[in-house]
């Protein structure tokens, strides 16, 4: 029997077991001093026994929990520079082809905005909506559905102004590791929308330095040469975007959709989920976990970490962007530009000095945040060739690439963990990602070590089964997982091995399945398979449209009964759903 008592990985990052031997050491100790402070000799003995057993308690958690924090707030390690300091200001351009001069130096202001008439593209974002809904969002359990209003002539010239590149944002980081005040990026919309509609004009506004100009010009020229000289080399120019995610939008959208799969009620689904994530989106650009239930320890398949979820900010925001982008929508284009823009410069605010995007999130939740949140940049960076995305991409990917394990090629909890194959799968997709996003210099060793990974947890007659660690037993999720990485990444897997593993997915269809709906499980398999296009994907597409219309919540949601839905909450579950939803043009047939 496995239990976490008995498993070394599992015991030792339960933070309730570790307070309590770190609390059973201390404890020794004090009572080594009480015994020793005895004037009868009889509590020597007792004394040194209770002094040797601290030491060896001591001893045990510095062997076994060096790079955790005691109270498992942060999911890094500890040798590290201080990560709360939060992240380097970026400088870079606003995507512009056209662009000659414009000043990317970041802002040490927010509401400071630029005064020279050669930067009409670092307008500020201000909200295509009314004031009074930048107020905090009311919990999603008792939100209702609600009637949308037709945009006023006012709300549509604002959001005509929006910037289009993210570098026209100040980014900052709250150096308070708790609950920062909603952000600054809130506080100056707030304040921007506050403000009188029309300012007095400055007939002779100050103007920078003649040097300091030119050496701006010079530095944007630069990084827009740089930007473009990626492009051309992956065969794209400004705007164009990746063939991977050409069936996201206009007509190659309407085509996936009827050829594979999709219908009419699948996007209404999809426009409905939509505007529910919207409306819970805070004003900082972030999704906020507990007003929308996540944090919430159900012991899923019999283990309990932590109530991991509580502080993943950055996990979720990154997966209600996925969901937007999945969609089409970009900070660019799309019908919910200023959502997908404040998240994704609340991603940026975000990162810290070391690329991490994992925020406050828990041991259990850390990298699981970083990979989601660097994706969601990533997708961001290959569909609009933005260079804020692009060089945030490169710096998260940069973090990925440290945190992967040197041997295996997994990753895990932290630093050094040998890997799990649930974690693999985020990072993988995250490396593809990257790479068509040109911020990816080594693809081939991070490849090779997923590759290599994938061997070890590789089971079943064909090699078409996985387990979520090497050794362990197979299961339909991680058979799933393992199957969309090795279609996705390009690797040539044999029929067989896909027959063996379809045989297994179809064994649990959704509504069909023992227990409660899996929306993880759901994501992957559709991934997978849609890249077959074959019976089996049939099969599971009629199964999978069929549970996910009949159980959406009537403001747009799903609801976390889920497997892993107390960790995520609401809005874990609805992005998810809504992604199995947009299987049918998320990513382009590659098989």
Same mark, same amino acid.
């Given at each position: 029997m496995n239990t976490p008592f008995l498993n070394r990985d599992l015991f030792w990052h339960n933070p309730t077991a570790v307070r309590l031997i770190a609390l059973l050491a201390v404890g020794l100790l004090v009572a080594t001093v009480m015994l020793l402070r005895r004037r009868k000799s009889s509590g020597r003995a007792a004394a040194i026994i209770c002094l040797l057993v601290s030491i060896g308690l001591h001893g045990v958690q510095l062997v076994y929990v060096p790079r955790l924090s005691m109270f498992f707030s942060g999911g890094g390690p500890s040798d590290e520079q201080d990560v709360q300091k939060g992240s380097s200001q970026v400088s870079v351009a606003v995507f512009d082809p056209n662009l000659t001069s414009v000043d990317t130096a970041a802002e040490e202001n927010a509401g400071d905005l630029p005064t020279d008439e050669s930067t009409p593209s670092l307008t500020p974002l201000v909200l295509a909506r009314p004031i009074v809904e930048l107020s905090e969002p009311a919990p999603v359990q008792q939100s209702e559905p609600e009637e949308e209003s037709p945009a006023s002539p006012v709300a549509e010239s604002i959001r005509n102004l929006m910037p289009t590149s993210l570098a026209s944002a100040t980014l900052r980081t709250s150096s308070d590791p708790g609950r920062e005040l909603d952000d600054a990026l809130g506080e100056w919309l707030t304040e921007t929308l506050a403000a009188p509609p029309e300012e007095p004009a400055v007939e002779n506004p100050p103007q920078p330095p003649a040097e300091q100009v030119a050496a701006n010009s010079a530095s944007v020229d630069a990084l827009a040469d740089d930007t473009d000289t990626a492009a051309a080399e992956r065969g794209l120019v400004p705007g164009e975007m990746d063939s991977d995610f050409a069936a996201r939008q206009g007509a190659a959208k309407t085509e996936a959709i009827e050829a594979t799969g999709g219908d009419a009620s699948?996007?209404?689904?999809? *426009? %409905?989920?939509?505007?529910?994530?919207?409306?819970?989106?805070?004003?900082?650009?972030?999704?906020?976990?507990?007003?929308s239930g996540a944090g919430r320890e159900r012991a899923p398949l019999g283990l309990q970490r932590g109530g991991a979820g509580k502080r993943a900010e950055t996990g979720l925001t990154g997966l209600a962007l996925l969901a937007l982008l999945g969609a089409g929508n970009t900070h660019q284009s799309g019908e919910y530009t200023e959502s997908v823009y404040r998240g994704l410069v609340y991603l940026l605010g975000r990162q810290r000095d070391d690329g991490s995007l994992a925020g406050d999130a828990s041991v259990y939740a850390a990298h699981y945040c970083h990979a989601m949140a660097s994706l969601s940049l990533a997708e961001a960076a290959?569909?609009?060739?933005?260079? *804020? %995305?692009?060089e945030a991409t490169r710096r998260a990917i940069a973090y990925s690439k440290s945190t992967q394990h040197p041997i295996t090629g997994g990753w895990r909890y932290t630093r050094g963990d040998t890997g799990d194959l649930s974690q693999l799968g985020w990072q993988a997709l995250l490396i593809d990602g990257a790479q068509r996003a040109g911020a990816l210099d080594d693809q081939e060793s991070m490849q090779r070590g997923v590759e290599r990974f994938l061997t070890t947890v590789r089971s079943g007659r064909a090699g078409g089964l996985a387990s979520y660690r090497p050794g362990e037993r197979t299961t339909p999720t991680m058979t799933a997982e393992a199957l969309a990485v090795r279609l996705l990444l390009g690797e040539q897997v044999s029929e067989d091995a896909i027959s063996e593993a379809e045989a297994v997915l179809l064994a649990s269809l959704p509504g069909q399945q023992v227990g409660p709906d899996n929306y993880y499980f759901w994501y992957y398999a559709s991934l997978a398979l849609h890249q077959r296009q074959d019976d089996a994907w049939q099969t599971w597409n009629a199964a999978m449209k069929k549970r996910l219309l009949a159980t959406?919540?009537?403001?747009?949601?799903?609801?976390?009964?889920?497997?892993w839905g107390g960790y995520g909450g609401t809005v874990y579950t609805t992005a998810m759903a809504t992604l199995c939803l947009e299987t049918y043009y998320r990513h382009e047939l590659r098989q």
């Open positions: 699948t996007e209404a689904a999809v *426009a %409905a989920a939509l505007r529910y994530l919207t409306e819970h989106q805070r004003a900082s650009g972030a999704w906020d976990p507990l007003s290959v569909m609009t060739q933005d260079p *804020a %995305a692009i959406q919540r009537s403001d747009g949601s799903w609801p976390d009964t889920s497997l």
